[in-house]
């Protein structure tokens, strides 16, 4: 049973065209609860999002999932831009209890955190029809800029219960050619080549997250495109 702590905030806006959200991005804040809550909170600048799940799996209701929270920044999937319009923001409290140095990757995340995250957002993208293939990070949104939640966050445990995506072994043969058409195709910004295989690796290939285009990597993106006919 989750555990709502209701925290307001003045920092959101409405949708543009009024659109419902149909992305899910996961967040992970590299600063403490306290530190995190006054950030997405209070602090003048324009960063806040719609709910924030600290280590022990409390979760801070902080913006009405209909309204458009500020927590995607410049970022792009799929053609779209606006992605505060278009989706529902997570933000997962990491480190527990210090800020994280300039290099620290994100990860692992507590099992309480990970079951509340599970919990919420089963009800997200049930309410709002979210598929599992557009539960995203922020580095899938915003390649080479953010890095979170990092390769360190288990999509697996989301695969499982069905609110994310992961292609399955044997994986289709690599295709040939530019990969950058085809991780173009899927969704990502390419606009740098390297860091959107970095980000399509720490969602899809945590284990080596290299910016290259092996073939693994190859057959991976071909698994996705194949499943999600595009
Ligand atoms: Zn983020």
Same mark, same amino acid.
């Given at each position: 049973m989750l555990k709502f702590i209701d925290v307001s905030t003045h920092k959101f806006g409405h949708r543009a065209d009024g659109q419902p959200p149909r992305l899910l991005i996961i967040h992970s804040t590299d600063m403490p609860t306290d530190t995190s809550l006054e950030m997405l909170t209070?602090? @003048?600048?324009?960063v806040s999002v719609h709910y924030m799940i600290c280590p022990k799996g409390m979760v801070y209701r902080m913006v009405g999932e209909d309204k458009r929270a500020w927590?995607?920044? &410049?970022s792009y999937w799929r053609g779209a831009s606006d992605i505060n319009s278009a989706s529902i923001g997570i933000e997962l409290v990491w480190p527990a209890d210090r800020e994280a140095s300039e290099d620290e990757i994100p990860g692992p995340f507590p099992q309480p955190q990970m079951d509340a995250l599970l919990e919420l957002a089963q009800g997200i993208c049930t309410r709002w029809n979210? &598929? @599992?293939? #557009?539960?995203?990070?922020?580095s899938d949104i915003a390649p080479g800029r953010k890095r979170d939640p990092?390769?360190?966050? #288990?999509?697996k445990q989301l695969a499982a219960a069905g609110l994310a995506w992961l292609p399955a072994r044997p994986y289709p043969m690599p295709p040939t050619g530019d990969i950058t058409l085809l991780l173009a195709r899927y969704g990502y910004d390419v606009k740098d080549e390297e860091a959107a295989l970095r980000a399509f690796q720490m969602h899809f290939r945590p284990a080596m997250v290299n910016g290259i285009a092996d073939s693994e990597t190859r057959s991976l993106i071909q698994a996705l495109l194949l499943k999600t006919g595009r």
């Open positions: 209070r602090n @003048p600048r324009e927590h995607a920044g &410049k979210i &598929k @599992p293939e #557009d539960v995203l990070a922020h990092g390769p360190r966050f #288990d999509w």
